[in-house]
T-cell receptor, first 113, second 112 residues
């Protein structure tokens, strides 16, 4: 079964600093990959998803970006963090279409100060 | 477009009492429906899912949910709450796309 590695678990960054969160997947090939953000009381917001290497779909326009340099690697980045970027970021994968269940990583708690 | 509404951001029950977490959805096609659970500072785990067939779906930890097309609902129930059930629960829907749409979540509080 799939295993998702996501790091770091917690991160405190100053406003205006860059960001790089990494997610890697084991146990599957050519998965769909997702980045979600969870803010208190707002549920999970889909930020990006990818159906293959180099293919990124953005759901919410913002100062974040995503890249998929390898089949099982998904990176969330920002050049300059905003206070509003604080939240709990979750990487997820599914073996095929999104109609199958998602497997989630353990998340990264990002605090922008 | 698909959407999910979870009624109640917080639900409180006593240990041993019935758990009922409500979820209503909208979808342009027959949906796939999911319930996920999240424990503090962790990712989400799948509790159960409905795709096709039997409308009553049984999941892990004694939870079950019933798909009611006429009511566009997929409520989650458990006959007897346990302290370890305290967590946040998310309902999600998928129609024809590659993504799931999640509700805002319901925090389940269980008191002794």
């Amino acid at each position: 079964s799939q295993t998702i590695h996501q790091w770091p678990a917690t991160l405190v960054q100053p406003v205006g600093s860059p960001l790089s969160l990494e997610c890697t997947v084991e146990g599957t090939s050519n998965p769909n990959l997702y980045w979600y953000r969870q803010a208190a009381g707002r549920g999970l917001q889909l930020l990006f998803y990818s159906v293959g290497i180099g293919q990124i779909s953005s759901e919410v326009p913002q100062n974040l970006s995503a890249s998929r340099p390898q089949d099982r690697q998904f990176i969330l980045s920002s050049k300059k963090l905003l206070l509003s970027d604080s939240g709990f970021y979750l990487c997820a994968c599914s073996p095929g279409t999104g109609r199958e269940k998602l497997f989630f990583g353990s998340g990264t708690q990002l605090s922008v100060l | 477009a698909q959407s999910v509404t979870q009624l109640g951001s917080h639900v409180s029950v006593s240990e041993g009492a019935l758990v009922l977490l409500r979820c209503n959805y909208s979808s342009s096609v027959p949906p796939y429906l999911f319930w996920y659970v999240q424990y503090p500072n962790q990712g989400l785990q799948l509790l159960l899912k409905y795709t096709t067939g039997a409308t009553l779906v049984k999941g892990i930890n004694g939870f079950e949910a019933e798909f009611k097309k006429s009511e566009t609902s997929f409520h989650l129930t458990k006959p007897s709450a346990h302290m370890s059930d305290a967590a946040e629960y998310f309902c999600a829907v998928s129609d024809t796309g590659s993504t799931l749409t999640f509700g805002k979540g319901t925090m389940l509080l269980v008191s002794p």
